[in-house]
């Protein structure tokens, strides 16, 4: 099936970069152009985003411009909900590239900047809207947005909504809309909370589900199982080794993202951390040099797992696993992207086999797991480890206790980039240090 057939027109399917229709484009486009409610489910990277972008876009360049000329400047027709401030960037990018030079106004709001140029860009007028919740809320009270027009209604990565407790919040914004406008729920997942709240939002609506438990078939999944205080070698050493240019490595919380960051940078891999603790300028900037190629790494927290879009990106890492199956296919969900082939590799500890086997369970398929030559578990610890542990137990005394496992990780993974640097050919010990000041930008 091609696009001509989807109801939409030339002009706009020559702007949206596609070459043929995705499955969840092909099931949700028609609905939506017919006016119907939908609750769509499909798994990440297929191209939800231009599921329902395309067809609002065609709604709103065949309605009568006079119409939209007439209404407020402040009040949108379209509004798109999403749960973090990088999809909300990433959606509004997808609608100027499908608009092109048509005069439809495209703004995107979120928390984490300053408010101040978002209120003058929806003053001067704006079409279409995509909000976070939070700071749509402070923008309607502060009267410089009203939904009192929204003609559709679109809340993307729904699942995600209801993890960071947004629940709420959609249904007030469900209130304060007309009484007549079509609603749109994507999701990458089909929870019965999911089925509750949709309900609660759309009117009789079709159910588009295309097995998002599934991993997408463009992305070759691995593991690697090795000493856990060893990842962090290992990583430094595969990044050099194979001279990688763009790995985005994911962790379970930001203590280890800024520990992973420091062990690379030691290496004098050229990378940036990603996570909520970082102002909204440094997270930016960190993916903006990480889609131009000027560092090689990105380590990021489940904060990326959703809404980063890097084009052709070629490996994710899962330095550790996720809490749950869903969380390990969104992340690996970045890479593998709009027709593109991905490669997906879990670095797996002895103690994380077992939940790994959950994950395959809910995928339905059994991974290839391999030795790490060199890095075997309870293989002896090179030198290097024996010697920094020494010089830690001279430092801290005889009557220091001993110190737990995360922090024996953090001392092997420096120890570790050491002996990595001499495998992969990055910088000795002795200019480690100019090598970390010059070999990655802030």
């Not at 027109?9 to 028609?30: C, D």
């Not at 709001?109 to 001067?124: D, E, M, T, W, Y």
């Not at 990021?300 to 990106?313: E, P, Y």
Request: hydrophobic share 40%; glycine share 8%; with cysteine.
């Amino acid at each position: 099936m091609s696009f001509s057939t989807l109801g939409l027109s030339p002009e706009l399917i020559s702007h949206s970069g596609y070459s043929e229709p995705t499955p969840v484009q092909r099931e949700a486009i028609p609905l939506l152009l017919k006016g119907r409610d939908l609750l769509a489910c499909a798994q990440t990277g297929t191209g939800k985003t231009g599921a329902f972008a395309l067809p609002l876009v065609e709604k709103l360049l065949q309605s009568d411009p006079s119409g939209r000329d007439s209404k407020q400047a402040n009040a949108p027709t379209v509004l798109v909900l999403t749960p973090t401030r990088e999809l909300a960037i990433q959606v509004g990018e997808a609608f100027k590239l499908f608009i092109g030079d048509k005069p439809l106004n495209v703004a995107m709001v979120f928390g984490g900047v300053n408010i101040s140029p978002q209120r003058k860009l929806l003053a001067q007028g704006v079409d279409i809207l995509i909000a976070t919740p939070g700071r749509l809320f402070d923008l309607m009270y502060q009267e410089y947005v009203s939904l009192s027009q929204v003609e559709y209604l679109v809340i993307d990565e729904a699942d995600r909504m209801l993890d960071m407790g947004f629940v709420k919040d959609i249904q007030r914004v469900k209130r304060n809309l007309p009484l007549e406008h079509q609603s749109a729920m994507f999701s990458a997942t089909l929870t019965p909370e999911i089925g509750v709240l949709a309900k609660t939002m759309l009117a009789e609506p079709v159910q588009v589900n295309l097995e998002a438990n599934k991993a997408n078939q463009q992305i070759t999944q691995r593991g690697v199982l090795l000493d856990p205080r060893r990842k962090s070698e290992y990583l430094a050493e595969m990044i050099g080794k194979q001279n990688l240019k763009q790995v985005l490595v994911f962790t379970g919380s930001k203590q280890l993202a800024d520990q992973v960051l420091r062990e690379l940078q030691l290496d004098g891999i050229a990378c940036a951390v990603l996570h909520g603790d970082r102002t909204q300028a440094r997270r930016s900037q960190a993916l903006e040099d990480f889609k131009s190629g000027a560092i090689r790494a990105l380590v990021a927290t489940d904060v990326a797992a959703r809404g980063l879009d890097i084009a052709a990106l070629p490996l994710v890492v899962n330095f550790d696993l996720p809490m749950n199956p869903e969380d390990y296919l969104h992340r690996i969900g970045r890479t593998g992207r709009a027709g593109h082939s991905g490669e997906a590799l879990t670095l797996l500890s002895p103690s994380e086999r077992l939940a790994f086997k959950a994950i395959e369970s809910h995928m339905g398929e059994k991974l290839n797991i391999t030795h790490a030559e060199g890095y075997e578990p309870g293989a002896p610890l090179p030198a290097r480890y024996e010697m920094m542990d020494s010089k830690h137990s001279a430092h801290t005394g005889s009557g220091h206790k001993k110190r737990h496992n995360g922090d024996k990780h953090r001392a092997s993974g420096r120890g570790a980039s050491q002996r990595g640097s001499q495998k992969s050919g990055a910088k000795s010990s002795s200019n480690r240090k100019s090598g970390q000041q010059s070999g990655w930008k802030r």
